[in-house]
């Protein structure tokens, strides 16, 4: 059984703005919990490899998944404290690649070009290609074998204008998501702000929000048990 390749943020905070952010724990700890659950293991990311930061307001509202997991050293240490970098990376380890969230995202995801080959690699040898929230940014990179964008006329999701503005961080962003996949030829989908949401297409799974990380990830494990 091959693994999971979980790509997460080196971001701590709003770019000039002092406002700290980073990794949305609950988008990696829901998802996780998904393939734990169904018996797969996972390798952990990151642009820079080491520390990953975690979304201050990600820790105020943990919940028993969250804790469950942030509380264990093994963890903490692979998913948070250890990461790979992409030149540690090979492919051909691994059935899928997961997209975290957080703002951070925003800032290295879209200039991540070793980890958008390796995403095109795994794509092309059958795998999926996941992602949650503001982590679909790092689909913007990936290109299909003809050297287009892996998104352009599929069917995604991923963190809304609204949500943003709702989040009153739409000032602070370097770009809005929503936009920023339009511009790539996607076909987006969304539905009521801050609900699971979930859309497939073919091998591209995406989710809307923190509160769709369970859901992508129960998703993608009945994709994979098919």
């Known amino acids: 059984m091959k693994k999971a390749l979980i790509f997460l943020t080196n ?3 709003y770019g000039e703005n002092n406002r700290l952010t980073g990794l949305w724990l609950g988008e990696l700890t829901h998802f996780y919990d998904e393939l734990i659950k169904a018996g797969y ?65 925003m800032w290295d995801f879209p200039n991540s070009e070793e980890i958008a080959k390796i995403a095109s690699e795994i794509y092309q040898n059958g ?14 990179p990936i290109k299909d074998n003809l050297g287009e964008p892996l998104i352009a006329g599929k069917v995604i999701t991923g963190f809304t204008n609204q949500e943003e503005e709702l989040n009153g961080t739409t000032d602070i962003v370097p770009f809005l998501t929503q936009d920023a ?11 009521s702000a801050f609900t699971s949401v979930v859309r497939v297409d ?25």
């Open 11 to 13: 971001v701590e905070k």
């Open 41 to 105: 293991e996972a390798d952990f990311v990151s642009p820079k490899g080491g520390y990953v930061p975690l979304d201050p307001h990600s820790l105020s509202m943990m919940d028993e998944t969250d804790r469950y997991y942030y509380s264990n050293s093994d963890f903490r240490n692979r998913a948070l404290g250890q990461t790979f970098s992409p030149d540690q990376i090979n492919a051909e380890d691994y059935s899928l690649i997961y997209y975290t969230g957080g703002h951070g995202t």
């Open 127 to 140: 795998g999926l290609v996941t992602a949650v929230c503001h982590g679909v940014v790092g689909l913007l």
């Open 181 to 191: 996949l339009i511009s790539k030829g996607s076909k987006v989908e969304t539905e």
């Open 202 to 226: 073919g091998r591209i799974i995406t989710g809307q929000n923190p509160q769709s990380a369970r859901s992508l990830g129960k998703e993608v494990v009945n994709i994979l048990k098919k």
